[in-house]
């Protein structure tokens, strides 16, 4: 099973109903355990690439700080993401592709 992705128009544009979803919501989830690593690292990179139009190349250790987490939960959650098809890596590094 792969997660939905945006719906997109005609014209490329994502449309359809949208949660402004806030860092520090997303901060005190994480928290809070509320949510595992992976939907964290997943929230995390859509809230930084929200239209997921684009591949993005993230640093895993500098990811690790902005998001408050340890540099091997990010590892993990980007195994687990790319093992249920949400993203594709590039060029042998953390470059992210939004399937």
């Known amino acids: 099973m792969s997660l939905p992705q945006p719906k997109r128009d005609d014209k490329g544009r ?3 109903d949208f949660y402004p979803l806030q ?3 997303l901060l005190a989830l994480r928290k809070t355990k509320i949510i595992s690593n992976a939907a ?3 929230l ?3 809230y930084e690439n929200p239209f997921c139009d684009r ?3 993230i640093f895993p250790k500098e990811f ?3 998001w ?3 540099e091997s939960s990010v590892y993990e959650a980007i195994g687990k993401l790319k093992d249920v098809g949400a993203i594709n890596i590039k060029y042998g590094k953390v470059v992210l592709e939004w399937t």
């Open 14 to 16: 994502v449309v359809g």
């Open 23 to 25: 860092r520090e919501e």
């Open 40 to 42: 964290y690292v997943h």
């Open 44 to 46: 995390a990179l859509r």
């Open 55 to 57: 591949p993005i190349e």
């Open 64 to 66: 690790a700080i902005r």
């Open 68 to 70: 408050q987490m340890p």
